[in-house]
T-cell receptor
Framework: GDSVTQMEGPVTLSEEAFLTINCTYT??????LFWYVQYPGEGLQLLLK?????DKGSNKGFEATYRKETTSFHLEKGSVQVSDSAVYFC???????????????FGQGTILTVHP | DVKVTQSSRYLVKRTGEKVFLECVQD?????MFWYRQDPGLGLRLIYF???????EKGDIPEGYSVSREKKERFSLILESASTNQTSMYLC???????????FGPGTRLTVT
């Protein structure tokens, strides 16, 4: 079945440091890829997405590129802020047959803490 | 904005109790989901529903059941709560199209 593997955390950075969170996936079909963010005490929010190979999703200074050849979707940000402290989840959806609904498969999550 | 609400943020129940977790969405979405979130395991799908009165098992349905009597409401039921069901439970809804799921704030359930 489908699976998503994220780099192990937690990740601790100083403000303005460069961030990379690795994500690789295994899927039988042709998935769409997502990064979700969960701020303390809140539910998950979609951060960015990419639906086909070589697409780059971006939002709030975060970027991730859909790499089919390496089955990866690494999250990057050039300069993190304290407010970026959260849990980040990589996820995918693969549609099969004629279904119109999607089931997300999530990675285990990476805790990011940014210090001033 | 889409709003997904869950009936409780925190819940404490005793082993053997029947537990109901309610989820309501206000966007007329057809698809709704229940996940549990545990440290180091990410989110795991318990059940989902793609229409009223329709339900499908997810990856970890054992010990749970669901009810979808109205389109906007999706309930998760723990028939006889056990301590290994202590977890964060997240509800989500999804419209047709680009497959963005909208999540509720979660219910942290503790079973003692």
């Amino acid at each position: 079945g489908d699976s998503v593997t994220q780099m192990e955390g937690p990740v601790t950075l100083s403000e303005e440091a460069f961030l990379t969170i690795n994500c690789t996936y295994t899927a039988t079909g042709y998935p769409s890829l997502f990064w979700y963010v969960q701020y303390p005490g809140e539910g998950l929010q979609l951060l960015l997405k990419a639906t086909k190979a070589d697409d780059k999703g971006s939002n709030k200074g975060f970027e991730a590129t859909y790499r089919k050849e390496t089955t990866s979707f690494h999250l990057e940000k050039g300069s993190v802020q304290v407010s970026d402290s959260a849990v980040y989840f990589c996820a995918l959806i693969t549609l099969t047959g004629g279904t119109s609904y999607g089931k997300l498969t999530f990675g285990q999550g990476t805790i990011l803490t940014v210090h001033p | 904005d889409v709003k997904v609400t869950q009936s409780s943020r925190y819940l404490v129940k005793r082993t053997g109790e029947k537990v109901f977790l309610e989820c309501v969405q206000d966007m007329d979405h057809e698809n709704m989901f229940w996940y549990r979130q545990d440290p180091g395991l990410g989110l795991r799908l318990i059940y989902f529903s793609y229409d009223v009165k329709m339900k499908e098992k997810g990856d970890i349905p054992e010990g749970y059941s669901v009810s979808r009597e109205k389109k906007e409401r999706f309930s998760l039921i723990l028939e006889s709560a056990s301590t290994n069901q202590t977890s964060m439970y997240l509800c989500a809804s999804l419209g047709t199209g680009p497959y963005e799921q909208y999540f509720g704030p979660g219910t942290r359930l503790t079973v003692t």
